[in-house]
Nanobody, 124 residues
């Protein structure tokens, strides 16, 4: 199973970035896929998650109204559109997938496979 994240970079405050995560090598269906972020010295936090059907979506309060998660099941790809970026959004962003149907919605503990992180840096 591979989760390939891309799209990170350096952007000024107020700018936008779009992260992509492509899932491959996967013979099983998954229940949800999401984006998490981590800064040094802090725990990894759930940013946005979406169910396989797209019927359930979660955004952390800190990003609600600014970030949008979407998925293209035909391409096995999930996107995170990040607008109005703030310096506090600076972090390494990871995508992860839940294949067991965890009851811990959009929680790090509930995810089974993780991709390599992509760094997002927002300058003030």
């Amino acid at each position: 199973v591979q989760l390939q994240a891309s799209g990170g970079g350096l952007v000024q405050a107020g700018g936008s970035l779009r992260l992509s995560c492509r899932v491959s090598g996967f013979s099983l269906d998954y229940y949800a896929i999401g984006w998490f972020r981590q800064v040094p010295g802090k725990e990894r936090e759930g940013v946005s998650c979406i169910s396989r059907s797209g019927g359930s979506i979660y955004h952390a309060a800190s990003v609600k109204g600014r970030f949008t998660i979407s998925s293209d099941n035909a391409k096995n790809t999930v996107y995170l559109q990040m607008n109005s970026l703030k310096p506090e959004d600076t972090a390494v962003y990871y995508c992860a997938v839940d294949v067991r149907g965890s009851s811990e919605w959009c929680s790090s503990d509930g995810m089974d496979y993780w991709g390599e992180g992509t760094l997002v840096t927002v300058s003030s």
